[in-house]
């Protein structure tokens, strides 16, 4: 009986190990969407992308859309408050705030503030905030919408930004060395990792990053490090996206999804 015991716990163990080790994606649903770049979807079941430097919304066929080709290209959108969703345009130094139509409600312009601010990172932070990482002093800062006023926080990062996200507590970064950081809102910065390699990468948040190198999809156990490939997907792609075990994959076709289940 002890024999048999020990057996069915080692099964058990041994089939937990191997399916986190090696997750099979479950195809989903599949939608074509002739873009450029996909952003995303909300929690309202919206999706977001971008064609001809021209930002789209859709839901149940309904298309919104926002265009300011004088700003020229959208370097980063943030759809994660999808009640005020942020457009990037780097080269004018500006911020753009659309509310859910996709019509305007505000514009910063961070050439005309008083504390000399070049961005190369910005994301919707908490409390009227946005995420500010400023060239010039390579420092994080918070940019209240509302006040307009701007905050440094922390100390001046050592190596520069390679790749980020941010939610509304945690800016995200990976440095040119591949080292895994976040900073919360009052400037305290941990290390949390160091990522593998990688051609192209999603950060999901502190615990999981997804990364594709050469034609081949990985999950990366950050708290483990533990680098995981993830069978049955496409191997050609132009981006991906992975929240609560949802896996979006961005084709020339359109868009694939992909359950991919974790213990």
Not at 10 to 34: C, D, G, H, K, W
Not at 53 to 82: C, H, M, W
């Amino acid at each position: 009986m002890k024999k048999l015991t020990s057996l069915i716990l080692f099964l058990f163990t041994f089939l937990a190990y191997s399916q986190y080790t090696n997750p099979v994606a479950s195809r989903m649903s599949s939608q074509f969407i002739e873009a450029d770049e996909y952003v995303g979807d909300d929690s309202f079941g919206c999706q977001y992308f971008i064609k001809n430097n021209v930002f789209f919304k859709i839901k149940n066929k309904e298309f919104l859309q926002y265009k300011n080709l004088s700003l020229g290209k959208i370097t980063r959108a943030d759809i994660q408050n999808p009640l005020r969703i942020i457009l990037y345009y780097e080269n004018f130094n500006t911020v753009i705030s659309l509310d859910n139509q996709l019509s305007e409600v505000q514009k910063i312009n961070f050439s005309e503030k008083p504390e000399g601010l070049i961005p190369t990172a910005i994301g919707i932070s908490s409390q009227n905030n946005l995420w500010v990482f400023n060239s010039l002093n390579q420092q994080l800062g918070l940019y209240n919408f509302v006040t307009n006023n701007y905050q440094t926080i922390g100390l001046p990062f050592e190596k520069n930004i390679k790749n980020y996200t941010s939610d509304f507590n945690y800016f995200y970064w990976i440095d040119e060395s591949n080292q895994f950081y976040h900073s919360d809102i009052f400037g305290k910065k941990k290390l949390l990792g160091k990522i593998p390699d990688y051609d192209l990468v999603f950060i999901a948040d502190e615990k999981i990053i997804l990364f594709q190198k050469g034609e081949m999809l990985y999950l990366f156990d950050v708290e483990k490090s533990k680098t995981i490939p993830i069978n049955n997907v496409e191997k050609s792609f132009k981006s991906f996206h992975y929240k609560n075990q949802n896996l979006a994959i961005f084709t020339n076709e359109g868009i694939t999804n992909y359950k991919i289940n974790l213990p």
